[in-house]
């Protein structure tokens, strides 16, 4: 059963934005966007706590990427902007019981991923 799915992917020019949507089916304490490259592991982008708002942004990504909740609608929104090659990758919301960093400390549920493409 999946209980998150991801929208808003595309292919953008560097420096372009995009703005990701995970919507969910049912509640988790903790949701995180992740990236993943073909033959890397799956990194953690940002998190959020979903009743409090408090949120964490890798290194790679501070200043650039926000990311929110709109509870009402059981939607968590990755905001990307000033994008880079290096930011492409297959991204994925993932749900949990509490983050850890950008990350979760264990994942109950996972999207199917969305893909971005930024060219130069």
């Known amino acids: 059963q999946v209980q998150l799915a991801e929208s808003g992917g595309g292919s953008v020019q560097a420096g372009g934005s995009l703005r990701l949507s995970c919507r969910a089916s049912?509640?988790?304490?903790?949701i995180a966007w992740f990236r993943q490259v073909p033959g890397s592991e799956r990194e953690g982008v940002a998190s959020i706590y979903i009743f409090s708002g408090v949120a964490s942004y890798d290194d790679s990504v501070k200043g650039r990427f926000t990311i929110s909740r709109d509870n009402a609608n059981f939607t968590v929104y990755l905001q990307m902007n000033n994008l880079k090659p290096e930011d492409s990758a297959m991204y994925y919301c993932?749900?949990?019981?509490?983050?850890?960093?950008?990350?979760?400390?264990?994942?109950?549920?996972w999207g199917q991923g969305t893909q971005v493409t930024v060219s130069s």
């Open positions: 049912g509640y988790s304490n903790c």
């Open positions: 993932g749900g949990g019981s509490d983050c850890k960093g950008a990350a979760l400390r264990t994942a109950h549920s």
